[in-house]
Every structure is written in structure tokens, then in C-alpha cells.
């Protein structure tokens, strides 16, 4: 998958359009993924710090299913809403996905639709 987003746009083969929607749920699955895994190494870093603020950790008997516990907060916090890191990335990303044909002219459609209301619109509301 990361050959078909970094390969520059002139030099992409065509896919189908399940082919893209079946890129588009890797991506989000994979965004959505990393927000888990990055919250939950941060949560773990807040509560070693928070343990221990002067010195070394000390043995921790419970320290597995802790870290368990973080990670799957983690993960279902991630995969309900979120915090909305991983929409950030994952709309970053979407944008290099190759469009099917016929989805690239469905885009071109509703953007020149959208340019032409965005060119309607008054400056100031008072106008």
C-alpha cells in the first residue's frame, strides 16, 4: 500500500473502485491504529512519571495487565471517535490514494460545484 500512495500521481495504474474503497478502510483501520499506539505509549510514560516523580520505578507486580489495560483503552478510544489524530493523518494520506476513473470525474464534478457556490458567497453576511 505505501508503493500506491508514494508513487508520484502521472505514474499510477488504474484500480477499480472496490479496489479504492478496500484501500480507504486499510487506510482508516491503519490511522486509526497508530492514534491507539501512540495514546497508549503516552499513557504509559504519564503513569510511570506519575508513580515514581523523584526516583527510579520500583517492581511493579500488577505492571502487565496495567500496560493491558492502557492498551485496550487505548485501542477502543481509538476506534469509537477518537481524539482525531488519526482523521488528521488519514485525511493527509486519502488525498494520495489513485482514484478510479470514474470516481475522478464524480471529484472534479463536486469541486467545480463547490468552487461555483463558494464564488456566490457574499464576503460579509451585511452585504
Same mark, same amino acid.
Given at each position: 500500500?505505501?508503493? #500506491?500512495?508514494? #508513487?508520484?500521481?502521472? *505514474? +499510477?495504474?488504474?484500480?477499480?473502485?472496490?479496489?479504492? +474503497? +478496500?484501500?480507504?478502510?486499510?487506510?482508516?483501520?491503519?490511522?486509526?491504529?497508530?492514534? %491507539?499506539?501512540?495514546?497508549?505509549?503516552?499513557?504509559?510514560?504519564?503513569?510511570?512519571?506519575?508513580?515514581?516523580? &523523584? %526516583?527510579?520505578?520500583?517492581?511493579?507486580?500488577?505492571?502487565?495487565?496495567?500496560?493491558?489495560?492502557?492498551?485496550?483503552?487505548? !485501542? *477502543? &478510544?481509538? @476506534?469509537?471517535? %477518537?481524539? %482525531?489524530?488519526?482523521?488528521?493523518?488519514? $485525511?493527509?494520506?486519502? @488525498?494520495?490514494?489513485? &482514484?478510479?476513473?470514474?470516481?475522478?470525474?464524480?471529484?472534479?464534478?463536486?469541486?467545480?460545484?463547490?468552487? !461555483?457556490?463558494?464564488?456566490?458567497?457574499?464576503? +460579509?453576511? $451585511?452585504?
Amino acid at each position: 500500500m505505501t508503493e #500506491a500512495i508514494n #508513487a508520484p500521481k502521472a *505514474h +499510477r495504474e488504474t484500480i477499480t473502485t472496490a479496489e479504492y +474503497r +478496500r484501500q480507504e478502510r486499510a487506510l482508516e483501520t491503519a490511522c486509526k491504529q497508530f492514534e %491507539g499506539t501512540m495514546f497508549s505509549k503516552l499513557w504509559k510514560d504519564m503513569m510511570k512519571t506519575a508513580r515514581n516523580p &523523584l %526516583g527510579p520505578e520500583k517492581k511493579r507486580e500488577f505492571a502487565p495487565l496495567e500496560d493491558t489495560v492502557v492498551e485496550m483503552v487505548s !485501542e *477502543h &478510544l481509538s @476506534e469509537s471517535r %477518537g481524539v %482525531g489524530v488519526w482523521k488528521v493523518l488519514y $485525511d493527509q494520506l486519502h @488525498e494520495r490514494l489513485p &482514484l478510479p476513473e470514474e470516481l475522478r470525474e464524480e471529484k472534479a464534478a463536486a469541486l467545480a460545484a463547490s468552487a !461555483e457556490a463558494k464564488s456566490k458567497e457574499k464576503l +460579509r453576511p $451585511d452585504e
